[in-house]
């Protein structure tokens, strides 16, 4: 039944995201903030179909930790899910930093193309960085959360990746406080995978985190201990006794 399920999800999200994606070509003369909304209505659909379809549910804790204000998202990254709950569920516009190469993924890229995110170079190596200050910058000014992945790359459940420097340095080099983001989305959707088990995702919004009297080096680890401590509590079967991040 899972498999079944899986195949009816994944039709579904083909056969929505081509017109969505050229619906996308023809609104792009639209204002930014009209874009964004509109084009978020496919991620929604697709986090509404992973609910209706394979009976992946999910619930937020820790709201009241948004702040009102400047912000960097830190988030755990176990799987595909949360690149599709991010941006259409936190309450203000989400900018990914991503390799520019993605544009070019037929209809995805071209709607994430129109969405002025923070696209980066990897050719430009040396400069990739400050490129993601300069674009995160004029993005936080624009009211919008920039969103990383310290880790990189989709880590598996009960494992921990190391967490990279970049999101702290954006930081603390725009003077903006961290929100962590801690989820067991990879209990339901794991990483690579084309079955899609049932249950509840829990996405747990940590504190906010200030940068101010911080190096990256220390906002860094606090931004790793509250997410791997959380983490722990969400799921604390996959885990040893004693275990340590």
């Known amino acids: 039944m899972a498999a079944i399920r899986s195949f009816l999800f994944l039709l579904f999200l083909v056969v929505t995201v081509i017109p969505y994606a050229f619906a996308c070509m023809l609104w792009a003369p639209l ?10 209505g496919w991620p929604r659909l697709a986090i509404w179909g992973a609910r209706v379809i394979t009976g992946i549910r999910w619930q937020i804790k820790g709201a009241d930790n948004f702040p ?8 755990k990254h176990q799987s595909a899910w949360e690149t599709l709950f991010l941006p259409s569920h936190l309450p203000r ?10 544009h070019r993924v037929p209809f995805f890229g071209w709607g994430l193309a129109l969405l002025r995110m923070i696209p980066i170079d990897r050719a430009k190596r040396r400069d990739a960085f400050e490129q993601v200050v300069q674009l995160g910058r004029q993005r936080l000014d ?8 310290p880790e990189g790359t989709r880590i598996a459940p009960g494992k921990t990746g190391r967490y990279k420097m970049g999101g702290a340095l954006l930081a603390v080099r725009t003077g903006a406080g961290v929100i962590p983001i ?3 989305a990879g209990e339901c959707w794991p990483r690579n995978a084309f079955i899609k088990k049932p249950g509840l995702i829990t996405v747990s919004i940590g504190p906010f985190i200030e940068s101010a009297g911080l190096d990256a080096e220390a906002l860094n680890q606090k931004v790793q201990q509250w997410i791997e401590d959380e983490m722990r509590r969400l799921n604390p079967e996959r885990y040893g006794p004693g275990s340590t991040t």
């Open 182 to 184: 801690a989820h067991n």
């Open 142 to 149: 624009e009211g919008r959360w920039p969103v990383l992945f």
């Open 68 to 75: 009102d204000g400047p912000a960097i998202v830190l988030s």
């Open 93 to 102: 516009e989400a900018c990914f930093v991503y390799k520019r190469e993605l």
């Open 31 to 40: 204002p930014l903030r009209m874009r964004y909304r509109l084009t978020m």
